[in-house]
């Protein structure tokens, strides 16, 4: 039997059974003009961040839960990266051609599987056409963490640079995607898995805030661009320790098998989604217990020099690269 | 001189002086990760809409400030919809090829004009790259009515149905853009007008909130599939007078000198953004008195029935017409 096309009303019948009951902060849910959430504090953090076929994914590529799970997670990280919990999101979905119901089921279980990962509930949001390919725009509204969100201004000369987690796992992850060879990605099933379901820290967030750090940001775009975000933002400068940037094993053994310098994926990559902080110095140790009492490892891999000084690497060879330049920007 | 094309960072610099300094409710605006906004009352309302060029607007018709300013009335209407106060946006702007200074200060000026006019602040919002075309998806969030917000869903049997302005005056705008004669562009530049810079009803959704209307929904979507929209939520049927559909002079002319039918453009065409609502009848003329006390022309359309009679439109041959499939269904 050949799957029917839906209109928009059978589709937002069908993501309404799916979301379920809503919470007792919903007054109310989808299917009306807007929702109306009622969050336990005034202060509420609000992002968007949005994904396109064709520029951050393909379909050769991801599955529809896939892209579902990736646009939510994005989102709910720049809560994370603040410090705060993600309360619940809007999803705003555009498809060049009427849906399916297996593949709005594939698409919002992605998306709705990733936010009840981190207490987020799925309130509302729309559907249209697109002119062409997929495009997902994912608002996430959330609470400020009692000790208030964390920015990315407030790094100070001297601070203590850390990072949570390993990076690069992801950007490597598409590497081996777009390799094509079905024995890399069996062998590196690991990385693929990192690049397709990344986890946003909110847990790590939340404890970090608790401990003081000063800054922090999330590793969406790469360790280099990010870095670069803190370090402008705070009109300071830095020096990060190329060792010191903490590497997976399978990543390692990727780079090793593929010419490649693992570091590379790092700096450049993006989409990790660990959380970049700093710390004065006699705050940095506390902030790493704090994550090491949820099991979360972090590592050490820089401070935070005065802004003339630049913002800059210190490769193993003793050579300095400048982190400026090594970005991503979104039009380029 | 040719214009230079902005990497990310330059826009965001530059949308972030166009917004100016943030009023005293945003704890963190435009340039973090996200943005932190007080809300006077914990029931915040969020809604999401997006449009997409090729499907929602043509450049050719649209300038880019008109293209800001409809996404951003779109969405400040859904608030209205329900009684609301738009407080903040978010908007996500994703271009298929990296922008001139000219052209982010032509989009955001539209959508900062528009929201300003609202008392709604532009707090913060994403800039990515699409495969093809420009999309912009707008996040608004605002504050529950007093009374509570007005859904769609508690029309009952005997409630008169009532509309706010005039309505189909955006689709015969539409209809003259792309008719290309520039005599009738000029001739009908209040209709265009009402096409590429509608105003959401803010103010006539709080008067009938305070009021009490029953139910209420904007026509976005046109007269017959909105009125639809209310009858399924609220599980009821109804009879639209189809000579008291309210229609201005211009679309009269313009019907009678494009030899079409005026009501079809009210019943089909949406966008007009006018607000839809049902009260009791001992309710009804108490609507009308609070509307008239900020100036705002409102009228009786139809009347609720039991659900078992269905949604219908009497003509003025007294034909009978069914109002469900006269509607626009986004993926259609």
Chains 1, 2 share one sequence.
Not at 119 to 148: E, F, K, M, N, Y
Not at 223 to 230: Q, R, Y
């Amino acid at each position: 039997m050949e799957e029917q096309y839906l209109t928009e009303a059978e589709a937002i019948d069908i993501i309404r059974e799916m979301l379920g009951a809503p919470g007792s902060a919903v007054e109310v849910g989808v299917g009306d003009d807007a929702a109306v959430y009622h969050f336990a504090s005034s202060g509420v953090i609000l992002t968007v961040d949005s994904i396109y076929e064709g520029i951050h994914f393909t379909l050769d590529n991801y599955s529809l839960a896939d892209v579902g799970w990736k646009a939510m997670a994005a989102s709910i990280s720049d809560i994370a990266a603040m410090g705060g919990q993600p309360e619940c999101a809007l999803i705003s979905v555009a498809m060049d051609a009427p849906p399916t119901e297996g593949q709005i089921r594939e698409l919002m279980g992605g998306a709705l599987e990733m936010a009840r990962s981190c207490d987020c509930q799925i309130v509302g949001g729309d559907l249209c056409r697109s002119a062409s390919g997929l495009g997902l725009s994912v608002t996430v509204a959330g609470t400020r963490h009692p000790c208030g969100p964390v920015l990315r201004s407030e790094a100070r000369d001297g601070d203590i640079i850390g990072v949570t987690g390993t990076l690069g796992d992801s950007a490597a992850g598409l590497y081996v995607l777009q390799s094509g060879s079905e024995e890399m990605r069996e062998k590196f099933a690991g990385l693929i898995q990192k690049h397709l379901r990344p986890g946003p820290a909110v847990e790590a967030g939340d404890a970090l805030a608790s401990s003081g750090v000063s800054a922090m940001d999330d590793v969406s775009d790469g360790l280099a661009p990010d870095v670069v975000h803190i370090c402008q933002a705070s009109d300071v400068g830095c020096e990060i320790t190329g060792e010191d940037v903490p590497l997976s094993g399978e990543l390692r053994v990727l780079a090793e098998e593929a010419c490649a310098d693992p570091l590379g994926w790092a700096l450049g990559g993006g989409e990790d989604y660990q959380l970049l902080f700093t710390a004065p110095p006699g705050g940095f140790e506390a902030a790493l217990r704090a994550l090491n009492a949820h099991g979360i490892p972090a590592v050490r891999i820089g401070v935070i020099k005065p802004a003339e000084q630049g913002m800059k690497l210190v490769a193993r060879d003793g050579q300095s690269i400048d982190l400026e330049g090594l970005g991503y920007d979104h039009f380029l």
